[in-house]
């Protein structure tokens, strides 16, 4: 039987080659790895929890003018039956919101990345998520220098590759199911992530599980106070497919947990839109398939359109 079995982050503070290792044979085995004992505070991480049910909690009419479906819905607020998966007529059953990165006034990125709009209905709102915001952005590149060792890399080597990426975090809320939903339906269709790497909060809740190559689905388990990371297909493209952006999913829930809503955080981890997607020589040595160069910015507008979030 396969598992995806925590990786305590304390074995980087103190053997940074073995927690690169395991961390790097989890994403290869599975794409995705469990990560216990993070560094991001848990006051910080109750503070956006609040601060999400309370703007969930908000009259729908009230939501939808923070809403951007001219952008995609990069910043701001994204309603129910907004995204499908690619591929999958079905809207997927969820709503969410979107911070995006704080960019200084005279960067030449505002070009392509907004503003996150402040939300006025809801005391803390916007601190708490800037606050969860900066703490993922900085542990997920604490993560990615692990994987830059893993791959043979120095060290450093995405540190300003992602800098002033285009990552965004989403507060997620899957409402109750007080009726049976319909048919063909998910929380969240079976889907790829678009980014370098993906980090979650809140996965305590059953229905997240992942695509082994076998074709088998495995369920991912995070105790509490462990962070789900995944590859996106950035980094699967960067490493010519030797790191695999797993399919992955959110059933529906069981009848006994219907009635409950479900939250949680992903962190997508981007690079920055002018860095370019090449596949590294070394994975290529690997067996890995080269796919064409591309920036990350056209990528993720191409990958946007696919899944009905832009317009072509």
Request: proline share 7%.
């Amino acid at each position: 039987m396969i598992t995806i079995d925590p990786i305590s982050f304390n074995l980087w503070k103190t053997d940074k080659d073995a927690f690169a290792k395991a961390f790097g044979e989890s994403f290869k085995e599975t794409g995705f790895a469990i990560i216990s004992d993070h560094t991001i505070p848990q006051d910080i991480i109750d503070a956006a929890d609040e601060a999400a049910k309370e703007y969930f909690a908000l009259p729908e009419e009230t939501k939808r003018k923070y809403a951007d479906p001219e952008d995609g819905f990069q910043r701001g607020h994204s309603p129910m039956g907004t995204e499908n998966a690619k591929g999958k007529k079905e809207a997927d059953l969820k709503e969410f919101w979107h911070t995006g990165r704080e960019l200084p006034a005279g960067s030449p990125y505002r070009a392509t990345m907004k503003d996150t709009p402040c939300v006025s209905e809801v005391t803390g709102f916007d601190a708490s998520t800037r606050g969860l915001y900066e703490a993922l952005d900085e542990f997920g590149a604490e993560l990615l220098r692990a994987v830059a060792l893993y791959l043979g890399l120095d060290e450093n080597w995405f540190d300003d590759k992602v800098n002033v990426g285009n990552s965004i975090l989403r507060l997620l809320h899957y409402p109750p199911q007080m009726d049976p939903p319909p048919e063909g339906t998910e929380r969240a269709g079976a889907h790829e992530d678009i980014n370098l790497i993906t980090l979650l909060l809140g996965a305590e809740e059953a229905g997240l599980q992942a695509k082994h190559r076998s074709g088998e689905w495995l369920d991912v388990n995070a105790p509490k106070g462990a962070v789900v990371v995944n590859v996106g297909d950035m980094l699967q493209r960067m490493t010519a497919g030797i790191l695999p952006s797993t399919t992955h999913r959110v059933l529906n829930p069981a009848p006994e947990r219907s009635r409950f809503p479900r939250y949680s955080k992903p962190f997508f981890l981007h690079l920055n839109n002018d860095a370019m997607i090449t596949p590294l020589q070394s994975c290529l040595d690997m067996g890995g398939t080269a796919e064409p160069d591309i920036t990350a910015g056209d990528y993720l507008t191409e990958r946007l359109i696919e899944i009905g979030l832009k317009k072509a």
